[in-house]
């Protein structure tokens, strides 16, 4: 339910802030206790903008503020 919570919290910010951006939630299986989000560029290439697999414990730290997730996007299609 967290990384579920999570993941809906950084939908709804990547949205407000370029909502034509399509947006998939683990379009492939996820790892075990991990949250990470990536950009997919147009040409094929991923970008990482947000691994919390090697931060924490606490647990908290696996998990990004939305807002980091939304400044990291802008700066990787600046």
Do not use: C
Request: charged share 25%; hydrophobic share 40%; no cysteine.
């Amino acid at each position: 339910r967290v990384f579920g919570r999570n993941a809906a919290a950084v939908n709804e910010a990547l949205r407000g802030a370029m909502a034509h951006l399509p947006v998939d939630i683990n379009p492939r299986p996820p790892r075990r206790n991990s949250f990470e989000v990536s950009l997919v560029k147009e040409d094929g290439s991923t970008v990482e903008l947000w691994s919390g697999i090697k931060k924490g414990p606490p647990r908290k730290l696996k998990f990004p503020q939305p807002e980091t997730v939304v400044e990291a996007l802008k700066s990787s299609l600046a």
